[in-house]
């Protein structure tokens, strides 16, 4: 607590430097600060937010050690903005967490679109509360097709979250699930609700397998491995038949925590996938380091690359399968949307693929007749 308050003390003294003689600086608790100044002009507000945030480049000196910190700014106007003290710090607050979200040292305006995507990130957390808790959340499965028998070798379940006001993409309700913590339940409700519905597939029997898609916050957790075996021991799924797919960005940042995850996972029997290899900044040294069965290379890769100008792009597809293979890891195409792409992929070796020309997302109804009629 003592370092603590030294660096509140030093953090205010630095401000003070930046303030005009009419400027209000307070602490208002914790580690956050009020400045109250009369500048109106947004501009102003600008040069005064530069100026703060330039208080924090050099580090502070504590008991001799250098210490550095970020700042994050929210700023707003009165009486545009708030047309009173609750009203102001509520909004700036919302400003503040959005500059958070840009990174470290950033300042962002209260703005009315703003205050839009505040309360839609809202109501789409509390439509995932309520779908988690009343179980009105969906999967959805897309077909995995082995391109030497162009029969179904597995299938991926993809979360969908209906709501009375219709569907929320996911594309804009997992991130909410990431950042309120939802995660860690919607991950475990799709695991087993996955797992059971698989079962009941008509060619369960003949191996087919299944993918699931986890988060960082699915692996951090210090349960992650006894809940995966709850679920596993739950439905009776066998984990060889489990393929459970990681995110290129999140091997990269997280690979000397996750290693040792993942490697638990394979001991168990479990298959690991890294997927939309080729989106991050991963270079072919984690496809070396890290414990995995499978790679998917990302549809931005394929999605053009059957034209004539997409050289570069089959050039590297054709790269990342040949040093795959030398690795012993299977791969998987996704976004594959037309014969030609197709027939690319054949002529380079690729094991599996995935996308809208053989299946878009189906429902478990749909699934099952797919299975029936087509294989």
């Known amino acids: 607590h003592m370092i603590g308050d030294l660096l509140l003390s030093e953090v205010a003294s630095r401000l003070h430097y930046v303030l005009g003689e009419k400027d209000v600086l307070a602490r208002l608790g914790g580690d956050e600060f009020v400045l109250l100044t009369k500048n109106h ?31 994050s700014l929210g700023l707003c106007s009165y009486p545009q903005d708030g047309q009173d003290v609750e009203t102001l710090l509520k909004n700036s607050d919302l400003a503040m967490y959005s500059a958070k979200e840009q990174g470290r040292n950033a300042a962002c305006f209260f703005t009315d ?16 509360q309520k779908a988690i808790r009343d179980e009105e959340l969906d999967v959805a499965l897309q077909p995995i097709i082995d391109l030497k028998t162009k029969r179904y070798s597995g299938i991926e379940a993809l979360v969908r979250c209906m709501t009375e006001d219709g569907p929320i993409s996911p594309s804009e309700f997992i991130p909410v699930a990431e950042e309120s913590g939802l995660i860690i339940k919607l991950g475990d409700w799709v695991l087993e609700k996955s ?33 995966v075996r709850s679920i596993l021991k739950r439905t009776g799924f066998p984990p060889n038949r489990l393929i459970l ?3 290129e960005s999140i091997a990269v940042r997280h690979f000397d925590y996750i290693i040792a995850t993942l490697q638990e996972l394979r001991n168990m029997g479990v298959l690991i996938a890294l997927d939309d290899f080729g989106t991050g900044y991963s270079s072919l040294y984690y496809l070396k380091q890290l414990p995995l069965d499978i790679v998917k290379i990302d549809r931005n890769f394929i999605r053009e690359f059957h034209y004539d100008h997409a050289q570069p ?21 996704e976004g594959v949307e037309t014969v030609e792409q197709e027939s690319l992929l ?7 693929v995935q996308g809208f020309y053989y ?15 087509d294989f």
Request: hydrophobic share 45%.
């Open 313 to 333: 792009e089959r050039t590297i597809v054709k790269s990342v399968i040949e040093i795959a293979h030398s690795l012993n890891l299977a791969v998987v195409a």
């Open 113 to 128: 679109e703003l205050r839009a995507k505040i309360n839609r990130r809202m109501k789409v957390e509390f439509a995932l």
């Open 245 to 247: 797919e990681i995110t």
């Open 195 to 227: 797992c059971r519905l698989f079962k009941t597939l008509p060619n369960y029997q003949e191996g087919l397998k299944l993918s699931v898609n986890l988060s960082i916050q699915q692996l951090m957790q210090k349960r992650f491995i006894l809940s």
């Open 41 to 71: 002009r947004q501009d102003d507000m600008s040069q005064l937010a530069t100026s703060v945030l330039s208080c924090f480049q050099a580090p502070f000196m504590l008991e001799g050690h250098e210490v550095y910190i970020s700042a």
């Open 346 to 352: 054949q002529s380079m070796s690729c094991d599996y």
């Open 359 to 373: 299946a878009k997302p189906l429902s478990v109804g749909e699934l099952k007749e797919k299975l029936i009629t």
